[in-house]
Nanobody, 124 residues
Framework: QVYLLESGGGLVQAGQSLTLSCAASGRSFNTHALGWFRQVPGKGRTFVGTIGMYGAPTYYADSVKGRFTITRDDTLNRFSLQMTDLKPEDTATYYC?????????????????WGRGTQVTVSS
């Protein structure tokens, strides 16, 4: 079992940066691939980015590629989503997730554990 807790959400202006963190507890965190998804009201969760065991490979949604970066620190049982050049369309609730596999995934149904989410609001 892996428990996840996001932090770092908030209100920022367009063009600014924000870093989300996800703290994990439980066994074998370092053998799990990790991911970030986001959701706006009335829609399903959409893929943001994912990172494999040992920190590679990483994949990103086209809408965030070049602006968002996922990193992981297995010594601290923590991984992060660094977001730069934020846009109003990035406004959403962001969820971190972990899957019982070493390879990253881009579909939410591949992930086994989820955080509760943190709100990011980008004003124009």
């Amino acid at each position: 079992q892996v428990y996840l807790l996001e932090s770092g959400g908030g209100l920022v202006q367009a063009g600014q940066s924000l870093t989300l963190s996800c703290a994990a507890s439980g066994r074998s965190f370092n053998t799990h691939a990790l991911g970030w998804f986001r959701q706006v009201p009335g829609k399903g969760r959409t893929f943001v980015g994912t990172i494999g065991m040992y920190g590679a490979p990483t994949y990103y949604a086209d809408s965030v590629k070049g602006r968002f970066t996922i990193t992981r620190d297995d010594t601290l049982n923590r991984f992060s989503l660094q977001m730069t050049d934020l846009k109003p369309e990035d406004t959403a609730t962001y969820y971190c997730a972990a899957r019982r596999a070493s390879t990253p995934g881009v579909r939410s149904e591949l992930f086994d554990y989820w955080g509760r989410g943190t709100q990011v609001t980008v004003s124009s």
